[in-house]
């Protein structure tokens, strides 16, 4: 694979790319670049995290690259998750283990570190943490409380000032030349690619990948470009938005009977979303089943296709709906049978649904 290649695959993942002259002389110059991303381990991990998170992950290693998974869990106990209890952290984040595994995610490409463990073999972590705070104000370091899921607020506890910190520090300890983050995640990593040339370290390249809608939201938002993007982004804390990779075929099936749809519709359409991100990233071709008097089944070879008939008013939000819901069933049952047939990972989801999740 070329490198004009490779960087189209990556502009695939990232919906934000800082920038690609930089990424360019990075896959010249280093044969396996490293990417990293970090999950707050906390109750049941859905779609997005999941099975979107295994699709996005696997492009990256198609190009050479390795990945770095931070199972941030002194950021879940920074952040307040289950009260801050880091057995119930450690316990949520094996159980994320067991979900990739059963989505084909790369495993040969990826490598899983606890934060924990990690920190406590490099103790110049600590030393890097306090030299970006040196160098960084207080009012921009707050203004990052949007990648712990807070806004910026004087009533928020003082870990909102370490997490950011800590986060870039991460980017240098664990040796990555990329910051593979969510777009809701793109303040800490300007922060860092401002700060490491004060300190002696490397700018990350920055790729910020889509956040998945949510299948319910506030249309009336008032908010403008990633904000807005953020605000409507799929949320555990709010289970109809949100499909679990653990989800029965009717809790998925129920979920985008009620999402938010349209007819002719295509700006801020989660069900279209789950085609294009999620369904034709598996399939090349998919099928509509409808009755013959609604113009009897139809056949899909590319997402472009599918959105020029919904929005030529040629396919309904039912069919639309009910499609989905189809093939996200059939993309979640390895996932549904790893839990149901390996005892370790059947144990573990049944303790995380015992949690109680506190934010």
């Known amino acids: 694979m070329d490198i004009e290649e490779k960087i189209k695959i990556i502009k695939e993942v990232g919906e934000e790319l800082i920038n690609e002259e930089e990424l360019r002389k990075l896959l010249l110059n280093v044969k396996n ?4 991303d970090g999950m707050e381990p906390s109750g049941q991990i859905h779609i997005a995290q999941g099975l979107l998170r295994a699709i996005n992950i696997n492009k990256m290693t198609s190009c050479g690259i390795k990945f770095k998974i931070l199972l941030a869990d002194y950021f879940a106990m920074l952040n307040n998750k289950y009260g801050g209890d880091i057995e119930k952290i450690r316990i949520a984040g094996e159980y994320f283990i067991e979900v990739w595994k059963s989505c084909s995610l790369d495993l040969e490409n990826v490598e899983f570190i606890w934060a924990s463990d990690f920190y406590e073999k490099n103790p110049k972590y600590w030393e890097t943490v306090m030299k970006l705070a040196m160098n960084s ?7 990052c409380g949007q990648i712990m899921g807070r806004e910026e607020n004087t009533s928020n506890p003082s870990a909102q000032i370490l997490y950011p910190l800590m986060q870039a520090a991460d980017i240098i300890h664990l040796n990555a030349n990329i910051a593979q983050l969510g777009l809701d995640q793109r303040k800490v990593n300007m922060l860092a690619r401002d700060i490491f040339p004060k300190i002696g370290a490397r700018k990350p390249v920055c790729v910020h990948h889509h956040m998945l809608l949510g299948l319910q939201f506030n249309q009336n938002e008032n908010l403008d470009g990633i ?5 409507m982004k799929m949320s555990k804390s709010k289970p109809d938005t949100a499909i679990f990779m653990t989800d029965s075929v009717l809790e998925v099936q129920k979920k985008f009977n009620k999402a938010y749809c349209i007819d002719g519709v295509v700006e801020d359409n989660p069900v279209l979303e789950y085609f294009k991100y999620i369904i034709f990233e598996k399939y090349d071709e998919i099928l509509i089943e409808r009755l013959e008097k ?8 590319s997402y472009e296709s599918l959105e020029k008939a919904f929005k030529e008013h040629n396919l309904k939000s039912p069919d639309l709906k009910q499609c989905a819901a189809k093939y996200i069933n059939l993309l979640l049952q390895p996932t549904r049978n790893h839990f149901e047939t390996n005892q370790k990972a059947k144990e573990l989801l049944e303790k995380v649904k015992s949690f109680q999740v506190t934010r």
Do not use: C, H, M, Q
Request: without cysteine; positive net charge.
């Open 137 to 143: 104000t207080i009012s921009r370091v707050l203004k």
């Open 33 to 36: 670049p490293i990417a990293y």
């Open 294 to 301: 609604f113009g009897g089944n139809i056949k899909f070879n």
């Open 227 to 231: 904000d807005r993007k953020i605000a």
